[in-house]
């Protein structure tokens, strides 16, 4: 069987998430995530999505992993996904699992992809 490297193209990848935390390009991260074009970003978690409204220019799509399960989005957080949306880019509200995993393929794909990940 003949495999390929996939090229992220100088985009951090997720390459692991487990109990409090994620491992983006080798690094260790605790607590919610942020992934922008641009890298790592300062994010306290759900429901403020105001450093991706931001940016919301910079990507197409955010994903917004809830943790290890899909949850109830908390209170405010309908406002903060209608402000990322009219700043131009969709919501995605699933897993976090299924978030990293997402995530990843529509990087390898070249898409302009951001992620919101809570911890599992």
């Known amino acids: 069987m003949r495999t390929t490297e996939v090229d992220f ?18 690094a260790v ?14 994010w306290q978690g759900l429901p403020d999505l105001a450093p991706f409204r931001e940016r919301a220019a910079e990507f197409d799509v955010l994903l917004v992993g809830t943790g290890e399960r899909m949850v109830a989005p908390p209170e405010g957080f309908a406002r903060e996904r209608a402000a990322v949306e009219a700043a131009g880019a969709g919501v995605e509200f699933m897993s976090t699992p299924s978030a990293c995993r997402t995530y990843n393929v529509l990087l390898a794909e070249g898409r302009r992809v951001a992620a919101a990940l809570m911890p599992v």
């Open 9 to 26: 193209q100088g985009r951090l990848p997720v390459d692991g998430y487990g109990p409090g935390g994620f491992r983006v390009a080798g």
């Open 29 to 42: 991260h605790r607590g919610p995530l942020g992934l922008v074009p641009a890298g790592v970003l300062s």
